[in-house]
């Protein structure tokens, strides 16, 4: 079966999530998208990790095909919708592996559930901006566009009118991606993905803008934000691309300096995503760690 035709579970966790059981036997690996992201994200580098365990994949509230119906997108809700996954679906203590926005849960998680999260692998993870580590001037202006009233509305709904090939490409050039480097049946899960979401219009757009401005409102906390990482007693590995445009490389480090216990890994000439731009050499600093802490 290719990964175009993935084949959906879905658990009642206070309303449908949407997941994917790639198999694999031992402790699970829960694999967490980030904002706008869903479950395909990880199709690269599912099938490999299932030799360390029994790999899941989860669509968080408002993404893929997990709807917001009766529930919100805000980061704090996430964090609760994957408390329920890890302690329903996964059932022992995971390794959470988080990319973006989903680094974040896996950190609020390890913090406020720490007996659910065996370990962390933090991907390019949503962390506060590091002083003088500079950024990126189009994508400050493009979240400081979103996350005001009424203009983050109106772009996000010219956005969903937008063919959905289009939106794929242009989100994955953001993360530092070009499709036609991908597979062609990966490439296909994800627009398949976005065309199911993008036909929610309206309601696709609040819940982009509720993940995004709760998240943003978190990561402007920095000192609460560091509380948060001093408590953490779960091991981890991050792994940051050093031209990741949405998180900057001084962010990173001042993690990786905030815990100097836990192993910091730079991919060169790599964006936000490298499980999906670089599978390989993400897989090679993943697996071995993953021996020793799974």
Sequence with gaps: MSVYELEYRVA?????VHYADFGGSGPPIVLVHGLGGALQNWLC??????????????????????????RTARVGANRLLLDRF??????????????????????????????????LVLVDAAVPLAPGGGFDRGVLALFAAMATPV???ALMLARSRRSPESRVRDLLLLCGVDHGTLARDVYEAHVAVATEHGALGRRAAADFLAAQRSLMNRLLRRRKFFEMVAGIR?????????????????AARALAA??????LE?????GHVPQLQVPDRFLAIVEPWLRTHS
Excluded: K
Aim: without cysteine; proline residues 8%; charged residues 20%.
């Design 151 to 153: 203009l983050g509305e």
């Design 45 to 70: 580098v599912a099938p490999r990790l299932r030799a360390h365990g029994r790999v899941l994949a989860l669509d968080l509230a408002g993404h893929g095909r997990t709807p917001s119906r009766g």
């Design 86 to 119: 890890l302690a329903v679906v996964a059932g022992a203590p995971a390794v959470v592996i988080g990319n973006s926005m989903g680094g974040y849960l896996a950190l609020a998680e390890a913090a406020a559930e720490p007996a659910r999260v065996s370990a």
């Design 234 to 250: 779960a091991p981890a590995l991050v792994i940051q691309g050093d031209r990741d445009r949405l998180v900057r490389l001084p």
């Design 266 to 270: 730079v991919l060169e000439g790599v």
């Design 12 to 16: 009642d966790l206070g309303g449908p």
């Design 258 to 263: 905030e815990r100097p216990d836990w192993r």
